[in-house]
């Protein structure tokens, strides 16, 4: 069985910062994009930030450039977010997915394997 395991959630103070991780299980996903979406209560789910499948290219959501960054490991096989100066407008549930493309996607619906997410709490 093919899964993805995401750890690093927390409860935060606002302007701390975060470091989540994304392990997959079951296979890798070396020659795939990956990404992070988050869900907060009452929202729709939406795209956080996006990394091709070598680790060169990446895009985010307007509202948290300049404060996250998705990386991947030398071996691409864990993708991680590292989330600064954090909002109590990040509170969410955050989700790892691979894609089953190599090249960076936003939507949703191209992300082939998710993970069960890890809650971020920010309070003010």
């Known amino acids: 069985q093919v899964y993805l395991v995401e750890s690093g959630g927390g409860l935060v103070q606002a302007g701390g910062s975060l470091k989540l991780s994304c392990a997959p299980s079951g296979r890798t996903f070396s020659n795939s994009a990956m990404a992070w979406f988050r869900q907060a209560p009452g929202k729709e789910r939406e795209f956080v930030a996006a990394i091709n499948w070598s680790g060169d290219s990446t895009e985010y959501l307007d509202s948290v450039k300049a404060r996250f960054t998705i990386f991947r490991d030398n071996s691409k096989t864990m993708v991680y977010l590292q989330m600064t100066s954090l909002k109590a407008e990040d509170t969410a549930i955050y989700y790892c997915?691979?894609?089953?493309?190599?090249?960076?996607?936003?939507?949703?619906?191209?992300?082939?394997?998710w993970g069960q997410g890890t809650q971020v709490t920010v309070s003010e």
């Open positions: 997915a691979a894609a089953n493309r190599p090249g960076i996607t936003r939507l949703g619906w191209t992300y082939a394997w």
